[in-house]
Nanobody, 125 residues
Framework: QLQLVESGGGLVQPGGSLRLSCAASGVTLRSRAVGWFGQAPGKEREGVSCIARSGHSTYYADSVKGRFTISRDDAKNTVYLHVNSLKPEDTAVYYC??????????????????WGRGTQVTVSS
């Protein structure tokens, strides 16, 4: 059974950092594109970052460029999102998602077939 489990969220002060993890079972993440999406209260789920199957192509939303970094550990079958210089507007539930047959990076939720349940990130002083 395919399962994605996010972890690493929490309450952090502005300017702080976290490492979000997306651990997979039932699927090999290096065979898929993997995306991170954020959903703030009352807003649509938005693509934040993704890493293509190749591992060499990545995408970042303009709002997080230079602050967030996506990486993949094939040995641990885990994708990470390193989030730095956090701002209050980064507060959201962050979801990871794995693609079905689409292997390139995409910021569209429609490109992803499998989803985790999310991890809450709250940025507040």
């Amino acid at each position: 059974q395919l399962q994605l489990v996010e972890s690493g969220g929490g309450l952090v002060q502005p300017g702080g950092s976290l490492r979000l993890s997306c651990a997979a079972s039932g699927v090999t993440l290096r065979s898929r594109a993997v995306g991170w999406f954020g959903q703030a209260p009352g807003k649509e789920r938005e693509g934040v970052s993704c890493i293509a199957r190749s591992g060499h192509s990545t995408y970042y939303a303009d709002s997080v460029k230079g602050r967030f970094t996506i990486s993949r550990d094939d040995a641990k079958n885990t994708v990470y999102l390193h989030v730095n210089s956090l701002k209050p507007e980064d507060t959201a539930v962050y979801y990871c998602a794995a693609s079905g047959t689409y292997l390139a990076c995409s910021d569209s939720a429609a490109a992803y077939a499998y989803w985790g349940r999310g991890t809450q990130v709250t940025v507040s002083s």
